[in-house]
């Protein structure tokens, strides 16, 4: 069953302005903080990285999607959509095969059916479509809206990445969205927050480029995904005494999935926050909760469920605020934004006494909040669900 998360969110909530002050960033004029580690390093090699050279033809790809008996309804045919596609790729160095594989699942076929994203859009791979927004983004050609596709997939693969390098003109208008770049440099960890929020984004897309492959004679790689939250990605140990890397994304799913920087709350545990956030502060039980302050990044986060203690190291993250802007949401959202910022990439409605506002709600009790005062977002709310039992 599942046990209600308004407890350990609520106390959280409601501590005394004193002890959310100890939450509260460092003076900046200390050291700058680390840079941030290349997130490819030590990848499997069986894993498929973004970054490459397309083993594919544009002929090849139009062949195998002739043999579908489907009908696009895009404005150019799909042997020089699927050109584009490897041209561009090869230009910036980003695998344009699969991301013809990824079009074909964002657009269903490239059909757009009950999509927000219209045919004439150019938009191949749904940039800018949201669950609480009314279109996504449109591209004045083709060229130009593969091009978009594959330099947002270079921002999420190269830690390097950077808007003034592309190879050829800027159409991505999301490039700086992805924070920080090369966060999901392989076709494995898309999904779960990066890219889509779905936990099968992944092996879907993958699964259409192997059957890409063999329809042309080519050998096609197993699919093998880890689940989001799975723990085959160790979580990078930080130095006592030093601050973690930013920006630590905050990312709350619509089926609920919760990231916290490097940590999946769906296996947060209190020992595993100590790993990626560093060295605790203050920490306390009440009522059944855990409230641990990590006073470097602006942070406290209830924790609870332990069978031993209420503090025990395999207790659960149950809630956080954050009140540091070395937070950010997927959308870009952090502690110290303006307002309006809230109302544009949120579609929010901020009137002059909201006090908080619900950015995403998850059907499982999940959720995202802002937290406003003076013109600006004062921090971010973030409660999750108890595991299953």
């Known amino acids: 069953m599942r046990t209600p998360i308004a407890i350990s969110a609520a106390l959280l909530l409601t501590l005394p302005a004193a002890l959310l002050g100890q939450a509260q960033a460092p003076s900046t004029g200390g050291a700058a903080a680390p840079a941030a580690t290349t997130p490819a390093a030590g990848q499997p090699s069986t894993q498929t990285p973004l970054m490459g050279q397309s083993r594919l033809t544009g002929a090849q790809m139009a062949a195998w999607f002739a043999k579908q ?43 757009y059916k009950g999509s927000m994203v219209k045919p004439t859009d150019n938009n191949f791979s749904g940039l800018g479509a949201c ?98 939250g799975s723990t085959k990605a160790p979580i990078t140990a930080v130095p006592a005494g030093t601050r973690p890397a930013g920006p630590l994304v905050v990312m709350v799913s619509r089926q609920g999935g919760v990231r916290l920087g490097g940590l999946r709350a769906s296996m947060g ?48 993250v149950r809630a956080a605020v954050l009140t540091d802007p070395i937070w950010k949401t997927d959308k870009g959202l952090s502690p110290g934004s303006p307002v309006a910022k809230v109302r544009k990439l949120y579609r929010a409605k901020v009137g002059r006494k909201t006090t908080a506002v619900t950015l995403v709600k998850a059907r499982n009790g999940a959720s995202l909040q802002a937290r406003i005062g003076e013109g600006v977002v004062k921090s971010l709310v973030v409660a999750v669900p108890a595991p299953r039992s």
């Open 69 to 111: 008996g489907v009908t696009p309804t895009i404005t150019t045919p799909i042997l020089d959509l699927a050109n584009m596609f490897v041209d561009e790729g090869n230009a910036q160095n980003v695998r344009g095969d699969i991301a013809f594989a990824q079009s074909v699942l964002e657009t269903g076929w490239f059909a």
């Open 269 to 316: 545990t209190l020992a595993k926050a100590g790993t990626a956030f560093g060295e605790k502060g203050a920490q306390r039980a009440s009522y059944g909760a855990c409230h641990v302050t990590w006073a470097s990044i602006g942070a406290i986060m209830a924790f609870s469920g332990s069978k031993s203690a209420t503090c025990a190291d395999d207790a659960r």
């Open 131 to 228: 669950d609480t927004c009314s279109s996504g983004n449109r591209y004045p050609s083709p060229v130009a809206g593969v091009r978009a596709q594959i330099q947002h997939l270079w921002a999420y693969a190269d830690p390097k990445a950077d808007p003034a390098r592309v190879a050829r003109d800027l159409t991505d208008i999301r490039f700086s969205y992805v924070k920080p770049y090369g966060r999901s440099p392989t076709w494995e960890q898309m999904g779960c927050g990066n890219w889509a929020t779905g936990t099968e984004y992944a092996t879907q897309v993958l699964s259409l480029y192997g059957k890409m492959l063999t329809s042309s004679g080519l050998s096609a790689p197993k699919v093998v995904v880890a689940p989001c």
